[in-house]
Structures are given as C-alpha cells and as structure tokens.
C-alpha cells in the first residue's frame, strides 16, 4: 500500500508586541530543530545584528507592493507604519509535503492567515501584565517613546482578538510559557485528524495481519 502523507501543521504565533512571541519561539525552534520556521518579508530598516535572509528579507515599499500585486503573500500586514509578510509559496509548498512551519506574526496578520487556512493553530501569547509588557517594551531597547506608546495604546484591541485564538500562553515566567507551547505542539502532533493516512496505514496492517517476524 502506498504511503500518502498526512499535511505538515501551520502554528501561528501571535500577540502584542513586547508580549515576548520572539523569545518564545527562538526556544521553541531550538528544541524543535526541525520545524521550519517562516522568515517575514519587510520595509523597516534592519536592526543593528540583524541579517538578510535569517532575521527577515528587508525590502523596499516599491518591491513589497509588487509582491502584493502578484498574491505573493500568505498574509501581510502595516504593522507600526512599515509592511511586514509572510511569503505565501515556501509556507505552503513545506506544508503540502507533510511539514510543519512556524510563524511569528502580528494579530492583523494571524486573523488574515486564520481566514485562508482555519486548520492552522492559532497560539496567543500574552504578557500577565499591563506594568509586564510597559517593562519589556522598555527594557529591550529597541523603539523610540513615540513607538512604545503606539503600541501601548493598541493594548485593548489586541487583547480583545485573543477569543479568536485555539490557545492563550501567558508569558509570565519564560520557561513555563516554553513548556505550556510545547504541550500545544504536542497535543495538535497527536490529533487524529492531522493523522488520517498515517493511522490508515498503521491499521491496516494490523487487519491485513502483516506481521513479519516469527
Ligand atoms: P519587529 O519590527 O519588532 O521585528 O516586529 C514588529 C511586529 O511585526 C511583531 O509583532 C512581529 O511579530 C510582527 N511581524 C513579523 N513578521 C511578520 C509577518 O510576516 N507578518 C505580520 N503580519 N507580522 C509580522
């Protein structure tokens, strides 16, 4: 009997900004080596360590329009003024052929992915505070006031996406949130319908009796 292979599964994680999705994924893709993860494409200016092709694609306005332009994109976003998205092909080619991917997106962007592929997981991370996140937004350094305000006043319509979501980890304490997001990789891992062929293929043996030693 022919192997078919079941579909790879497209996480998305999401949340404020500052919520700590970036942390918690860069521990995820270093337990879970194998999962592929989706480099955005964007406009803003690269920050100082940032890399071409590792922590985004940076383009320009005129190139991301074009590739709007050409559907290009699973899903994008004007995320604090400057475009961000997820290049449509790479994420749906992986998934086709039995990979998982993971993303790290904005709320815009994971309502938009949630609407061309519901069967997605949808993960909503949150900080336990509104003192938590003003402290993170802070203390990483990497906006200007006039950024971290945006983003605090955003707060309220952010949080009020999170019913939309599958699941809610709230980053409190780093390595809790780690463990609660590898329970969710895990638990989605061992759905059934996730695994219509494979467990096709594992029964059938056992009613085709294809036992092989003895
Ligand atoms: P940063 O500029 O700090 O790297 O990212 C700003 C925000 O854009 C973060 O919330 C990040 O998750 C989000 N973001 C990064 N890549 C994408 C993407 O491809 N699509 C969308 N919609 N948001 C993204």
Known sequence: MQDIKDKGILYVVSGPSGAGKGTICSAIRSIYPELNYSISMT????????????SYFFRTNEQFEELISTDSFLEYAKVYDHYYGTPKKPVLDLINDGQSVLLEIDIQGAMKVKEQYPQGVFIYVVPPSLATLSKRLYGRGTDTEDVIQRRLSEITKELSMAHKYDYIVVNDVLDIAVRKTCAILEAEKCKLSRNE??????FSQYINKEVSSK
């Open 43 to 54: 406009t803003r200016e690269p920050r100082i360590g940032e890399k071409e092709g590792i």
């Open 197 to 202: 062929n494979q467990v096709e293929t594992i």
